[in-house]
């Protein structure tokens, strides 16, 4: 074995002594088992609502996984993997959250499945609602979500306002409440 190999065995050797010791180290000075993973949540994406505006991007929408943020005529929106438009309903109930929406307004409005695959929404503000028949889905800010069956293409807005009472939802899992432009 020739000196270059070596050296790289011993780099190799040093780089996995200090990640086994990096991964039985607690943070607090102190080792011990390594702690279970946490859970993976993806990074948020460089967005206005990570920054704390709602004002639109510029350019493309920012999508990520099954739920994300897209520019729109409402400003700055929260939108399923394809795009389209997510939008709370007013007869549900937050803090705890609570669905509303059985039957024929589940088929008109479906919920949106539960995910923590989200991009551009503070993961704080994503969490779940239990269905009557068991699902999970997907609550922004404790209001529970859904996609309009009339919105056929990424960036259709046509549920806003519906009937008064069906808002599109911004990152920050505020509805809102101005017809589209």
């Given at each position: ?25 607690s943070?607090d ?7 279970a ?17 709602d ?19 409402l400003?700055l ?24 929406c059985y ?37 922004i ?10 919105d056929?293409?990424a ?5 806003q ?21």
């Amino acid at each position: 074995m020739n000196t270059r190999v070596r050296a790289g065995h011993l780099v190799a050797a040093v780089i996995a002594v200090v990640g086994l010791a990096t991964a039985c180290s607690s943070g607090d000075g102190t080792t011990g088992a390594a702690s279970a993973p946490a859970a993976k949540v993806p990074a948020p994406t460089a967005s206005p609502a990570v920054s704390g505006s709602d004002t639109p991007a510029a350019g493309e929408p920012v999508v990520g996984g099954p739920v994300g943020t897209s520019t729109s005529p409402l400003g700055l929106i929260v939108v399923d993997g394809t795009g389209r438009t997510v939008y709370a309903y007013d007869k549900d109930k937050t803090h705890p959250a609570t669905s509303d929406c059985y039957d024929q307004c589940a088929v008109d409005w479906p919920p949106v499945p539960a995910t923590t695959d989200v991009a551009g929404i503070d993961s704080g503000l994503v969490g779940s609602v239990a269905r009557k028949d068991g699902s999970k889905q997907l609550t922004i800010d404790d209001h529970p979500v859904y996609l309009f069956a009339g919105d056929k293409a990424a960036g259709d807005v046509k549920g806003q306002l519906s009937e008064g009472t069906w808002h599109a939802i911004t990152p920050k899992g505020k509805e809102i409440t101005k017809k589209a432009g």
